[in-house]
Every structure is written in structure tokens, then in C-alpha cells.
């Protein structure tokens, strides 16, 4: 059996302002009506014998990565939520103990969750001949067949041997743009994708064999797991004794049993916004706009907006990404030094890199369309079903309006229920609940007054998602 193994713990922070810390690119619906991560495993639907998916994610992401899986019905997924990043490898180890609980000794089909791949009859193809190496014990990677000298990519060494999969001489490092050159020219480098195929045990014990530390961590991290819901949460202490390692440097680069698996299906890791101008439509002057946009003689320009019309003219080479509370102006060749502008951010504790205006929960979420010195103005969706902890504030007192649907509210010992154009007043202290009884979304337009409105003024008494 093949077990999909998806890393979906990114930041992605190279496509920001769209993507964020709280709100990463795999979540995101960058290319038509479903997200990176739903793309990710509905491209694998035909492969044979697939077994239910295992999905290593920040725990802070819990809840939009199960909503988003039950999107695709998936709900039979395994949820691991890491406590805190220790990158790749002791990830892959998490996965691989949960999967021999599961299977006995499957094969793990291991993917990045923010990848984008356009040829799936090709990848498909793929997958099946890196299983049949990894029936013989070998771990497989994925090369890219490179289609220009790219130094934003590591490279794979090959020796172009036998049928289907090729023995992996080295990794290397990103290189300059020479050796980039160098490595196309020669034609037994490909890039490095970071996805990969192997049995969960040949792994285990590569893993424990070059590096026992991240396995002995890992194993005691999900032997002390406690299930959350529908999630496994590994234990943070023992999690955080496992070295911060790529699986590349833990296991790939020591292992004598590694062998590649030319890839030539479109791949692309979309980790910047030249990446994705590249892959997205374009019109003649090879300009793509995404969103409300208008142009006068501008080329080789994107253009991505949210909730304004932005309007370009005689630019060249721009990349400009408008979300509603931040702006990029740059030029594509210098995609890469976006992570610049997030240091700039941290450093003046701002939150912009963090989270978007609009802040997704598990029963739906909320949109701060405007605040002053002591109020702040909500638009709050919650959907059919779903309910807001029972919870009170001490630093302020709050107004709901129903514009859409019905809402139920308690009040203390009173419950209300509230139609369109209705309203009601929560004073300081006291005891409330948001809930909606109805088929359809509820909005409400919030309107918060006091001396203090940060978010960590709540007190819960009662959370139907395990929220503390």
C-alpha cells in the first residue's frame, strides 16, 4: 500500500503579503477553486493501492487543514500537529512511526503540500517507478529534468544507470549562476524536489543508522501523543530534543541506498511570486493580472489584487500584490528577497507577516474593518452549525448587529435569538455565546468599546474545539 505523506507545515513566506505565518500558501487557492494542499492529493486519485493520507502540519493550521481535507473527503486523514518546526526529517520520522501503526510497513509516497505539478499523467507514472525501487529498500527522489540554470534550486547528481531510477552520487547546494550553467550542460543533474518514496521501515532505519537522535526523539515525541479531536499532538518536550534537520542532511546525503527518478511534469515549488507569474496565464505583453485590474502599455508585469482595482502604466518587469492591508511593489528579479521585507516587519513588531486582516477560526471568521484608540469594528462570519466559545471579557463591552441569517445568543442565564437587522449589547463581564442555528452563514457587524481590545482579553468557560 501506498501512504501519501504531506508536509504542510510551511510559511511560504516568500509569497507574502498573500501568504502568511497563520494563513500559509498551502492553504491558499493560488491556481482555480481548490488550495495547494487539496491540489496536492487530488492529483494522486488513480495511483493504485493509495491508503488514507497522513499529514504533518503546525498545530495552529489544525482546523483548516481539517476543514479543507473534509473539502475532498478525506476525512479518513491523519492529522499529526508538530508542537514546534524541527523541519523535515523529524517530521518524516512522526509520519513513518504513525504509518507502521496503520500498515504493515507501506510505502510512503512523501510531498510537499505548496507544490505545484501540471502534468499528472507523467507524475502518476512516476510515482509508480519510484515504488517498484523502493520494493528493493532504495530511497527515492524525485529529480526535476531542469529546463534552465536555476540557482534558486539545489541540485541532484545522478549516474545515468538501468531502467526508470538512476543511483544518486550527491546533493548540492544552490549553486552560482556558472555552475548552474555547468550542471545543465552536463545532463546528469536534475533539482531537487523534495519528494520522495520509500518503505516506512528501509527509512527508520537509514534514519536511525545516520541519524539515531532525530529518530529517538520523534519515537518518544508520538509515544507520548495524545489525541485532540481528530488530531495526534506530539508531545513538545520530547519533539523539541530532536535536531532542527532537512531530511536531505539527516539521511539522503549519508545513505548509500538513495537513487533518483527523473520528473519532467511541470514541478514547480511556486516559492516566489516570479514562480508564480511564470505558471499563471498571461496576455501578449506576457503581463498576468489576478484581480481587479487595468493596464496601459505595461510588460512582463503581474498584477495580484484582492479588493481594490489597481491600475498599471508603462511598467515593466512589476510584480505588485495588493491585499487589504498591505502592498508589494518589486521587480521580479528581486522575488527573493521578500523574506527582507518580513525581517523589517518583525523587527518593528509589527503583525502584517503574520496573519491577514481577515482571521479564519474553526466556526468561521472575522474581518477588523476598522479600530481606534478605544473601539474596534468587526465583520463576523460564523457558519451553519458552529458556535463561539462561551467566554467574557474584562476590558470591554461589545454591540452584535445581524446582517445576515440567524443568530442565537446567550446572555448570562438569557438566551436570545436574533434576526436580520436585530441587535444586542454585551456589557464588561459578561458571560456569552455566539452560536448559528440556521442553513445558511450568520454575519454580524461587531462594534467593541474599552480601554483595552487585544485579542487575548477572553476568558473560556466552554469550547467546542478544544481551545483553552
Not at 197 to 210: D, I, K, P, T
Request: one cysteine or more; proline letters at 5%; hydrophobic letters at 40%.
Amino acid at each position: 500500500m501506498i501512504v501519501p505523506v504531506i508536509l504542510a507545515g510551511g510559511s511560504g513566506s516568500r509569497l507574502w503579503p498573500l501568504s502568511r505565518k497563520h494563513y500559509p500558501k498551502q492553504l491558499l487557492k493560488l491556481f482555480g477553486e481548490t488550495t495547494m494542499l487539496q491540489q496536492t492529493l487530488l492529483r494522486l486519485d488513480g495511483v493504485p493501492d493509495l491508503g488514507d493520507p497522513i499529514v504533518v502540519c503546525n498545530e495552529e493550521h489544525r482546523f483548516m487543514v481539517a476543514e479543507q481535507l473534509q473539502e475532498i473527503g478525506q476525512s479518513r486523514a491523519s492529522i499529526l500537529l508538530e508542537p514546534l518546526a524541527r523541519n523535515t526529517a523529524p517530521a518524516l520520522a512522526l509520519a513513518a512511526v504513525k504509518a507502521l501503526t496503520q500498515e504493515d510497513d507501506p510505502t510512503l509516497l512523501v510531498l510537499a503540500a505548496d507544490h505545484m505539478i501540471q502534468g499528472i499523467e507523467a507524475f502518476q507514472k512516476a510515482i509508480a517507478q519510484a515504488a517498484d525501487a523502493a520494493d528493493s529498500d532504495k530511497l527515492v527522489t524525485f529529480g526535476i529534468q531542469p529546463t534552465r540554470p536555476e540557482t534558486g534550486y539545489g541540485y541532484i547528481k545522478t549516474r545515468r544507470e538501468g531502467q526508470g531510477s538512476h543511483p544518486v552520487e550527491r546533493f548540492v547546494e544552490k549553486p552560482d549562476l556558472a555552475t548552474a550553467e555547468q550542471y545543465l550542460a552536463e545532463g546528469d543533474y536534475y533539482w531537487n524536489s523534495g519528494m520522495f518514496v520509500f518503505r516506512a521501515s528501509a527509512f527508520l532505519s537509514e534514519l536511525e543508522r545516520c541519524s539515531p537522535e532525530v529518530l529517538s526523539a520523534a519515537q518518544r515525541a508520538y509515544d507520548r501523543a495524545s489525541t485532540d479531536l481528530d488530531f495526534v499532538r506530539i508531545d513538545r518536550d520530547d519533539f523539541a530534543e530532536a535536531p532542527d534537520i532537512s531530511i536531505d542532511y539527516a539521511v539522503m546525503e549519508k545513505s548509500q541506498a538513495v537513487v533518483c527518478v527523473p520528473l519532467d511534469a511541470g514541478w514547480s515549488d511556486v516559492g516566489c511570486w516570479q514562480s508564480f507569474w511564470e505558471l499563471s496565464e498571461k496576455d501578449a505583453n506576457g503581463n498576468s493580472f489576478v484581480g481587479d485590474a487595468i493596464d496601459v502599455d505595461s510588460h512582463d508585469t503581474l498584477v495580484f489584487t484582492q479588493d481594490k482595482l489597481v491600475a498599471t502604466i508603462g511598467v515593466n518587469n512589476l510584480m505588485i500584490i495588493n491585499t487589504p492591508d498591505a502592498v508589494l511593489v518589486a521587480d521580479k528579479s528581486q522575488a527573493q528577497q521578500v523574506k527582507k521585507v518580513i525581517a523589517r516587519i518583525e523587527q518593528g513588531n509589527r503583525t502584517e507577516h503574520l496573519q491577514h486582516r481577515e482571521v479564519y477560526r474553526p466556526w468561521g471568521c472575522y474581518d477588523s474593518v476598522d479600530q481606534g484608540t478605544r473601539y474596534q469594528v468587526k465583520r463576523i462570519r460564523v457558519k451553519p452549525g458552529a458556535s463561539l466559545s462561551l467566554q467574557m471579557h474584562y476590558h470591554r463591552a461589545e454591540h452584535w448587529v445581524v446582517v445576515k441569517g440567524t443568530a442565537q445568543v446567550e446572555l448570562d442565564d438569557q438566551t436570545l435569538l436574533l434576526s436580520e437587522n436585530e441587535s444586542t449589547y454585551i456589557p464588561v463581564g459578561t458571560r456569552h455565546r455566539l452560536s448559528n442555528p440556521g442553513k445558511i452563514p450568520l454575519e454580524i457587524i461587531e462594534v467593541q468599546s474599552g480601554p483595552y481590545l487585544g485579542e487575548d482579553d477572553i476568558q473560556r468557560f466552554d469550547d467546542n474545539y478544544g481551545r483553552t
